[in-house]
């Protein structure tokens, strides 16, 4: 009943930005949190960022930490992930993700390729 739809993917050079974006329809009565993860060929997938709807904490894989910043437009049920000095092991699929608070995240986007060149 959920549907993610993601945008904003694309093909940049090492230390430019993107942003993406993912806007949740369809039963978002109750977000708990939304976050991205992605998942490079031949990588298991992982986690990059999340937000929670209501207090806006956000968290960050260490590896992105003061490069990518997530944030969300609640009144658009839409989260958004700016990434500044891409790098060439950030080319991945990423996946926009929402929970409504199971500890799980239930609902996915069908991902969208991000390729850094160096």
């Known amino acids: 009943q959920v549907q993610l739809v993601e945008s904003g993917g694309g093909l940049v050079q090492a230390g430019g930005s993107l942003r993406l974006s993912c806007a949740a329809s369809?039963?978002?009565?109750?977000?708990?949190?939304m976050g991205w993860f992605r998942q490079a060929p031949g990588k298991e997938r992982e986690f990059v960022a999340d937000?929670?709807?209501?207090?806006?904490?956000?968290y960050y894989a260490d590896s992105v930490k003061g490069r990518f910043t997530i944030s969300r437009d609640n009144a658009k049920n839409t989260v958004y992930l700016q990434m500044n000095s891409l790098k060439p092991e950030d080319t991945a699929v990423y996946y926009c993700?929402?929970?409504?608070?199971?500890?799980?995240?239930?609902?996915w986007g069908q991902g969208t390729q991000v390729t850094v060149s160096s």
């Open positions: 993700a929402l929970t409504k608070g199971s500890g799980n995240y239930d609902y």
């Open positions: 369809g039963g978002t009565f109750s977000i708990s949190a």
């Open positions: 937000i929670s709807w209501r207090s806006g904490n956000t």
